[in-house]
């Protein structure tokens, strides 16, 4: 997908063809990045690219690209069903249904080295041969290291397209070996108008809850909104019955619950230290008068909280029990500082 955002960065390394065998992306979470590479897979394996470097969109390659079934194409993605990526076909059944049970947040050393095999082998049309790794900061340690001789000496006609918005945490051996392409954030104007064309309602409000990335934005579905909705008016203390916000909130997702506890408290924050509000600026009045109860020391260390939570969210736990202790951990702060 082409992102106005993306064109100059194109244009300049894409179309001129000055990249490597392996190209690191970087870039804000949610901002179109992982598109950006799967043009670049695209691109490279279309039959009849146009001039801008794109894919013509129309040849046996393109539509197999857009299906998901290019044998010349390998996505390690622990964020994807196996159903929707050719590397993992060979896998059995039980490792399916132990991904079913547990979302799986990490790339393994097996599935670095089936892509490695992948790519020692003829390339099926006779183009180029595609490993794209998103989100590359996912990589194991020995996943990582893998990688690392593979990429010392790339087999001839291979990419590698490494997706990350956490450059920091990939080896420094495996980033020095990669062409290193930071893609650009995009403006207000251009993030609020693309969502705009998606036919989303209030954009600006959506690009607010996700610090300005219109692909995050895109992803907030009914049941953020549901338990954003529900429990703003808990945490501005225009309703006092925590308990039962615990059970309102029971039956959806624990991710969103933190992710408005965090974005909130960030407000907080800053509306006390700054005296601006980043992320629910419609309630921007509430936030501030509940930032004038709180004092900034207890706060920070409940935000240090909520970012410890947010780590165990991968890990089996009480949902109930785990969301009542947030819940009252945030009534107590403000209670202390009602009456202090």
């Known amino acids: 997908m082409k992102l106005v955002w993306h064109a100059a960065l194109w244009k300049s390394r894409i179309t001129a063809g000055t990249v490597s065998q392996a190209i690191l992306l970087t870039a804000v979470r949610g901002t179109g990045e992982l598109e950006f590479a799967f043009r670049i ?3 490279r394996l279309c039959r009849s690219p146009l001039e801008s470097g794109d894919a013509c969109g129309v040849c046996d390659d393109c539509r197999w690209f857009d299906s998901g079934s290019h044998p010349d194409f390998r996505c390690l993605d622990p964020g994807l069903a196996r159903s929707d990526n050719p590397a993992d076909d060979a ?3 039980r490792a399916s249904e132990r991904d079913v049970r547990k979302p799986r947040t990490q790339i393994s050393i097996d599935e670095v080295r089936e892509a490695s095999e992948f790519l020692q082998i003829s390339s099926h049309r006779g183009v180029a041969r595609i490993v794209l790794i998103h989100p590359a900061h996912a990589l194991t340690t020995a996943a990582a290291n893998a990688l690392l001789k593979v990429l010392e000496e790339p087999p001839a006609g291979s990419l590698f397209l490494l997706v990350t918005s956490q450059p920091a945490r990939l080896l420094a051996t495996v980033r020095s070996r990669c062409t290193k392409l930071a893609l650009a954030k995009p ?3 251009e993030a609020v108008g693309w969502l705009e064309s998606t036919g989303m309602t209030n954009p600006e409000l959506a690009l607010a809850q996700v610090g300005g ?7 907030l579905g009914e049941r953020y909104w549901t338990v954003r909705s529900a429990l703003l008016p808990y945490l501005s203390g225009i309703e006092q019955d925590w308990l039962r916000a615990s059970a309102t909130l029971i039956d959806v997702d624990l991710p969103h619950v933190v992710q408005v506890l965090q974005t909130w408290c960030w407000d907080l924050l800053s509306a006390r230290f700054r005296g601006d509000v980043r992320y629910h600026p419609d309630r921007s009045i509430d936030i501030g008068r509940a930032a004038s109860r709180m004092k900034g020391i207890e706060l920070a260390d409940f935000v240090r909280k909520l970012a410890e939570s947010r ?8 949902a109930r029990l785990f ?3 947030l819940l009252m951990s945030y009534k107590s702060l403000m ?3 009602e009456h202090s």
């Open 335 to 337: 209670q202390v500082h």
């Open 187 to 189: 403006s207000r104007t």
């Open 311 to 318: 780590r165990l969210l991968g890990h089996p736990l009480n």
């Open 91 to 93: 896998e059995d059944s």
């Open 323 to 325: 969301m009542e202790d």
């Open 41 to 43: 897979a695209q691109s």
């Open 213 to 219: 990335a219109p692909y995050a934005a895109a992803e």
